[in-house]
C-alpha cells in the first residue's frame, strides 16, 4: 500500500506541473477547452512540441526518473504480496499454477488476487504461514 500511495503522490505533482506547463504556455484546444495533461493537447505539432520542452527542464526529467522507481518499487512489492497469498493460502498446485501465471500476464487476475489477500484474516493462518516484507 506504501508504494502504490508513494506512487499516487508523484504522479499528482507530475500532473499538476503539466498543469502548469500548460497554463503558462497558454495552450487552448481547437473547441476552446485547456487541456489538463500534455497528451489531451490535440494539436499533433504543438503536443510534441509542449512534450519536448515540459521533458527538458531538469525536475521534470526527475519526476519522471521518481515515477519510473516507484512504478518499479509497487510491482515489487505486488509480486512479493502474490508470491505471500499462493503460497500462505493451501490451494492445490494446478490452481496454483494456473494462477501464478494468469498474475503474471493478466492485470484483471493480478488485481484481484491482491484485493483478496488484503482482506485476508491472517489470524486464522499458521504461523509459519506468516512473514514480514
Not at 14 to 40: K, Q, S
Request: with cysteine; aromatic share 6%.
Amino acid at each position: 500500500m506504501m508504494a502504490k500511495a508513494n506512487l499516487k503522490v508523484i504522479e499528482k505533482v507530475h500532473d499538476a506541473a503539466e498543469r502548469a506547463f500548460i497554463l503558462c504556455r497558454g495552450i487552448v484546444n481547437p473547441d476552446g477547452t485547456i487541456p489538463e495533461l500534455i497528451y489531451m493537447i490535440e494539436d499533433d505539432t504543438e503536443l510534441e512540441t509542449v512534450g519536448t520542452e515540459f521533458d527538458a527542464v531538469p525536475e521534470n526529467k526527475q519526476m519522471w526518473t521518481e515515477i519510473l522507481a516507484a512504478r518499479e518499487a509497487l510491482k515489487i512489492a505486488e509480486t512479493k504480496l502474490l508470491d505471500y497469498a499462493l503460497n500462505a493460502v493451501p490451494i492445490p498446485q494446478k490452481e496454483k499454477t494456473i494462477l501464478t501465471e494468469s498474475a503474471k500476464t493478466n492485470y484483471t487476475t493480478r488485481q484481484k488476487i491482491i484485493e483478496i489477500v488484503m482482506n485476508l484474516d491472517v489470524s486464522t493462518l499458521p504461523k509459519h504461514c506468516i512473514i514480514a516484507f
